[in-house]
């Protein structure tokens, strides 16, 4: 192996751990910034009926498996709209059908 070599290697090494350090650092901020939908208001499912709830919820649709695609008050202000695919949740965090397809996941529970 020559100087020029070794340099070329040291340098190849330095650059490899930055990248990964780099990639580590995107990966935990991605985690750290884990959308979450906060609520505090009356359920309106048929499920918990007209209660005050106050639930925090990942933002995460159940129904589409899309991640941070939640909105509070797209459509109506007591209500979570996922913007993906148009599911209408309460704030107890059931699906509005008569009989629930699905309820969003709450932080606690994970
Ligand atoms: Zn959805």
Redesign the pocket.
């Known amino acids: 192996m020559t100087g020029n070599d070794k340099d070329f290697f040291k340098t190849f090494l330095l650059t490899l751990i930055a990248f990964i350090i780099l990639i580590s650092c995107l990966i935990y901020m991605g985690e750290v910034s884990a959308a979450e939908v906060e609520v505090y208001g009356y359920s309106t499912s048929v499920v918990s009926g007209w209660v005050i709830v106050n639930n925090t919820f990942i933002n995460h649709?159940?129904?589409?498996?899309?991640n941070n695609?939640?909105v509070v008050g797209l459509k109506r202000d007591d209500e979570i709209t996922?913007?993906?695919?148009?599911?209408d949740y309460s704030f107890d965090g059931y699906d509005k059908m008569y009989s629930p397809r699905a309820r969003l996941i709450e932080k606690e529970e994970i």
């Open positions: 649709c159940p129904l589409c498996l899309a695609s939640l996922c913007s993906y695919c148009g599911a």
